[in-house]
């Protein structure tokens, strides 16, 4: 009966250890992210932050695209562990769980996106691969905006995450009013600078989630 109870008292005193591990590597996520683009575009010749997108620095062929591509991976790898810690802390707290099963599906579309779906030699984009390749971009924010809708529902009436269900319902307004910021700046070639724009307030929201569950399991 001792070791049952002694067993059961590890068990609970390891999972806030594993939440808040997850909510550092949702924050990672984003942090090895940023520093991806910046080191590779510091490395690669002549490419620029403004004019360039990020996709062209992981495109096949392209200089640094092993180490680059590594660090790309390991975002999503990131990604899904700190969905998998949401997931287990709303499901601990029977909070809804669609919230961190966007999440979840962001994390493993980005894993797919990093590993099997690079842009062709040149950063082309006309192909079939390059078209996929945007498809699945457009999933990823598809899927962050799903995540941000479901936790303003879903959190409204949670005192312990008060004023974040504000903060979801602001990011969709955010990243579709920056996504067609980013579009339009594509078209003036402004592409690099239209793509970080219309990212960060996916970031910004992955970031500050991950924080929130960090925090909550302290």
């Known amino acids: 009966m001792n070791t049952e109870n002694k067993n059961s008292q590890e068990v609970s005193l390891r999972t806030?250890?594993?939440?808040?591990?997850?909510?550092?590597?949702?924050?990672?996520?984003?942090?090895?992210?940023?520093?991806?683009?910046?080191?590779?575009?510091?490395?690669?010749?002549?490419?620029?932050?403004?004019?360039?997108?990020?996709?062209?620095?992981?495109?096949?062929?392209?200089?640094?695209?092993?180490?680059?591509?590594?660090?790309?991976?390991?975002?999503?790898?990131?990604?899904?562990?700190?969905?998998?810690?949401?997931?287990?802390?709303?499901?601990?707290?029977?909070y809804s769980i669609l919230g961190p099963i966007c999440f979840m599906l962001y994390g493993i579309t980005y894993v797919i996106l990093a590993s099997f779906v690079p842009l062709g030699e040149g950063g082309e984009k006309e192909s079939f691969q390059a078209q996929l390749h945007l498809l699945l971009v457009i999933l990823l924010v598809v899927f962050t905006i799903l995540a941000a809708l479901a936790l303003w529902q879903g959190l409204r009436r949670v005192s312990a995450w008060e004023g974040y269900d504000r903060f979801s319902l602001v990011t969709v307004f955010a990243a579709i009013i920056f996504g067609a910021i980013g579009a339009y700046l594509s078209t003036i070639n402004l592409m690099g600078l239209g793509e970080r724009l219309g990212s960060f307030p996916v970031q910004l929201f992955i970031f500050v989630t991950a924080f929130k569950l960090y925090r909550e399991n302290r």
Not at 35 to 43: F, P, S, T
Not at 64 to 84: H, K, Q, V, W, Y
Request: with cysteine; glycine share 12%; proline share 3%.
């Open 16 to 94: 806030p250890i594993f939440l808040k591990f997850a909510g550092m590597c949702g924050m990672a996520s984003q942090i090895v992210y940023i520093l991806m683009w910046i080191i590779g575009g510091g490395m690669q010749a002549g490419y620029n932050h403004f004019r360039d997108d990020v996709s062209t620095l992981l495109a096949v062929g392209a200089p640094n695209r092993l180490l680059l591509t590594s660090m790309n991976i390991s975002t999503g790898l990131l990604s899904c562990i700190f969905a998998i810690g949401l997931l287990v802390h709303f499901k601990q707290q029977e």
